[in-house]
């Protein structure tokens, strides 16, 4: 399985952008960028996802490295609720396998 | 719209017992995924299916079984529990294609006694 590098936690303040980055430098042609998030309790869900361009959408933004090594996810304003686990996978077609994600802690 | 459900959503079993956890797929979702979360831990895959057949294969004890039935749904067998069990698990369910987002459920809380 390809391997994500996450920082184990990070800060921020609310309503400031978060930049949270991944290290992928065994990415394959065909892995897919996934962004997944999960806060207390709750299933995984769904942030963003891409495989060479930058992708935006109404959750975040990610901006893919041009060597696809690195990516990094942006949470443009956040909030008291992105407060969470965020999780960079690389998506194999028939396996998903999390590896130890970001605790982002969003301060008032 | 419609999410994926899981059943139930608590289970209380004794050690060695048998627990049975159920997975019911987005409509036209024919890929499912199983995890386990332990406490403080990170959800660790068990196995997956791909139109009723095992497609993948993580870190199942052999006391674990699942299938995916003809309607897409799934469901986790857990033999003999051990205290070890105790986990949230969840399902997750994805379109055909292999590299769309999977949508995860509530999961299921096991408590082994």
């Known amino acids: 399985d390809a391997k994500t590098t996450q920082p184990n936690s990070m800060e921020s303040n609310e309503e400031e952008p978060v930049h949270l980055p991944c290290n992928h430098s065994t990415i394959s042609g065909t892995d897919y960028i996934h962004w997944y998030r999960q806060l207390p309790s709750q299933g995984p869900e769904y942030v963003i996802h891409?495989?060479?361009s930058n992708v935006n959408n109404r959750m975040a933004s990610l901006a893919i490295a041009e060597d696809r090594k690195s990516s990094t996810l942006i949470l443009h304003r956040a909030t008291l609720r992105d407060a969470a686990v965020y999780y960079c996978?690389?998506?194999?077609?028939?396996?998903?396998?999390f590896g130890p994600g970001t605790r982002l802690s969003v301060l008032p | 719209a419609a999410g994926v459900i899981q059943s139930p959503r608590h289970l209380i079993k004794e050690k060695r017992e048998t627990a049975t956890l159920k997975c019911y797929p987005i409509?036209?979702?024919?890929?499912v995924y199983w995890y386990q979360q332990g406490p403080g831990q990170d959800p660790q895959f068990l196995i997956s299916?791909?139109?009723?057949?095992?497609?993948d294969k993580g870190s199942i004890p052999d006391r674990f079984s699942a299938q995916q039935f003809s309607d897409y749904h799934s469901e986790l067998n857990m033999s003999s529990l051990e205290l070890g069990d105790s986990a949230l698990y969840f399902c997750?369910?994805?379109?055909?294609?292999?590299?769309?987002?999977?949508?995860f459920g509530s999961g299921t809380q096991l408590s082994v006694l």
């Open positions: 997750a369910s994805s379109p055909a294609g292999g590299y769309e987002k999977l949508f």
């Open positions: 409509p036209r979702h024919d890929t």
């Open positions: 299916f791909y139109e009723k057949m095992q497609s």
């Open positions: 996978i690389l998506r194999d077609v028939e396996n998903f396998v």
């Open positions: 891409g495989l060479t």
